[in-house]
């Protein structure tokens, strides 16, 4: 038996490193690219800019939510969702979530299963953590327009780091608990 087949958490280990840095890497790389001034690249701009289309995502969905709670949000410029005569919410790059979706997504491909069951989970999971980034920043929009503090004095991005990886331990454990779920030994 080969040194690696015995060894199954240290391949773990390393596919999952590898893979989150590679994702989040990769990402504030093409970042980089796709920003004008320093190297930038008009072709990652026009056909590859993740992070406008993942911002806009975002705003747009926590518009429908605050919209759906009764509060009156506009879309002002690229970046600002805002209350007409109220306070806005920036949606930075930090508060895209890529840290967390290079967690999960890194998690998913370094577990030892079959490719198209860790495609199906890396789409809900991102899904599910897309969610609560539209929850978060809704729901920010709120308190802030509000008056309302924010639970214990954490910020919002610290709720949703907090939120994010228990929802990251909840979908592990239907992961393993679905079929064909357990890890292969």
Aim: with cysteine.
């Amino acid at each position: 038996m080969s040194k690696w087949k015995q060894q199954p958490f240290l391949i773990f280990a390393i596919r999952f490193i590898l893979g989150f840095f590679l994702l989040y890497g990769g990402m504030h790389l093409l970042t980089g690219l796709t920003v004008r001034g320093g190297y930038y690249s008009p072709f990652l701009d026009k056909y590859f800019d993740l992070v406008s289309g993942l911002r806009s995502s975002l705003i747009y969905g926590a518009q429908t939510l605050a919209d759906a709670l009764g509060l009156e949000a506009h879309r002002v410029s690229e970046r600002l969702l805002k209350v007409p005569g109220g306070r806005g919410v920036i949606v930075s790059y930090s508060c895209l979530g890529v840290g967390v979706l290079s967690f999960w997504l890194a998690l998913m491909w370094a577990l030892p299963q079959n490719w198209k069951r860790r495609i199906i989970w890396m789409i809900f999971g991102s899904f599910i953590l897309w969610v609560i980034n539209v929850c978060r920043i809704g729901l920010f929009l709120m308190a802030i327009n509000k008056g309302w503090p924010m639970p214990l004095g954490l910020d919002h991005h610290t709720w949703f780091n907090i939120v994010s990886y228990f929802f990251i331990f909840i979908l592990l454990y239907f992961f393993d608990r679905s079929p064909s779920g357990s890890v292969k030994k």
